[in-house]
Nanobody
Framework: QVQLVESGGGLVQPGGSLRLSCAASGFTFRTYAMYWYRQAPGKERDLVAAITTDGGRTRYADSVKGRFTISRDNTKNTAYLQMNSLKPEDTGVYYC????????WGQGTQVTVAS
């Protein structure tokens, strides 16, 4: 059974940090590129960050460059999103996605940035 389980979300003050995790099971994680998306209330789901299968290349939405870092540990079948200097506009549900021949999505984790 394929599963992607996000964790690490929560309420944080502006300027704070969170680290999201995406634990994968049921497929060959190391062969899938990984992505983090964000969906703010009333808006579409947007790409935040992406990482290649070996972690050698990453890319980011302009809005998070310099603040967020995507990474992965293929020995633990887990992808991460380190989020620093958080802003209220970073609020939303964060989803991870695995993509290769097939595409798998997690259930999402809520991140709220507010004072």
């Amino acid at each position: 059974q394929v599963q992607l389980v996000e964790s690490g979300g929560g309420l944080v003050q502006p300027g704070g940090s969170l680290r999201l995790s995406c634990a994968a099971s049921g497929f060959t994680f190391r062969t899938y590129a990984m992505y983090w998306y964000r969906q703010a209330p009333g808006k579409e789901r947007d790409l935040v960050a992406a990482i290649t299968t070996d972690g050698g290349r990453t890319r980011y939405a302009d809005s998070v460059k310099g603040r967020f870092t995507i990474s992965r540990d293929n020995t633990k079948n887990t992808a991460y999103l380190q989020m620093n200097s958080l802003k209220p506009e970073d609020t939303g549900v964060y989803y991870c996605k695995a993509e290769a021949i097939y595409e798998y999505w997690g259930q999402g984790t809520q991140v709220t940035v507010a004072s």
